[in-house]
């Protein structure tokens, strides 16, 4: 640190009072943060509804603009909760590809209420694939719905689908997805297909064309556009990079539905 800002840093000490509001007790973020990585959604989600992320008593001040130090703040949290998910089990690549995700979405936006909303999103998308991971109990509509996606990964799958499957109405079947693993249907779907295509893109040679199909995907521009929204590049890219074997894997055959 030169001269200067050690000046400057001496001269803000000098003028903070015993009276002025300290920072909060990091035992309560520690709390939160062991709570995402244990899959603990209920806890999670009861934070998120308390708003506690928000509370300005003892949250420092990182930037003048409200909206600035919100978004320096939501940095910190994303990478406090990659850090303990990848100590809990998350695999290294997925934790921060998610933190990264969420971390871009976080630049476009221009409010604190925007801000809080994603913070809870990403706080509750993390602690449910950590509830995944962690094999905490899942009610059986949502064990089935979870088997039956991996099941039937290279194929279209509806949330009408799974409420055949489950014997449960679509409505009602998305909210207690959403409720236990903190995502939508639809996005753990993509997310798995999308985790599916990773695999082959690594240690198959198929063209993008060829996954696209085989993965159900209404076109192979669709399954480029879904891949670099949650992998951060492109099919292409991603292969340029992770391509790791030329081992022989064939596709198996398509079977026609007519």
Not at 16 to 42: Q, T
Not at 118 to 124: F, I, S, T, V
């Amino acid at each position: 640190m030169d001269t200067n800002l050690h000046q400057e840093w001496y001269r803000q000490e000098n003028h903070v009072s015993e009276e002025e509001m300290l920072h909060r007790s990091p035992i309560e973020e520690f709390a939160f943060y062991e709570a995402v990585s244990a899959g603990d959604i209920d806890a999670v989600r009861l934070n998120c509804e308390q708003q506690r992320f928000a509370d300005p008593e003892g949250m420092g001040i990182l930037s003048v603009n409200p909206v600035t130090n919100m978004k320096y703040h939501f940095v910190v949290a994303t990478a406090m909760v990659t850090r303990f998910c990848v100590e809990a089990g998350m695999e290294m690549e997925q934790a921060f590809r998610l933190s990264d995700f969420y971390i871009l979405k976080l630049d476009r936006l221009r409010s604190i209420e925007e801000i809080l909303q994603l913070h809870d999103k990403m706080a509750l998308d993390f602690t449910g694939k950590m509830r995944l991971i962690q094999r905490k109990g899942t009610s059986k509509p949502i064990t089935e719905c979870i088997e039956y996606i991996y099941v039937h990964i290279k194929e279209r799958i509806t949330v009408e689908d799974l409420a055949d499957h489950t014997k449960l109405s679509a409505s009602y079947l998305s909210r207690l997805f959403k409720e236990e693993l903190g995502i939508s249907i639809s996005d753990f779907i993509r997310e798995k297909k999308i985790e599916k295509a990773q695999n082959l893109l690594r240690y198959c040679d198929f063209s993008l064309i060829e996954i696209s199909a085989y993965l159900s995907f209404s076109s192979q521009s669709h399954f480029i556009q879904s891949f670099k929204k949650l992998v951060g590049m492109t099919p292409k890219k991603y292969r340029d990079l992770y391509y790791a074997t030329n081992w022989p894997v064939r596709l198996p055959k398509q079977t026609n539905p007519n």
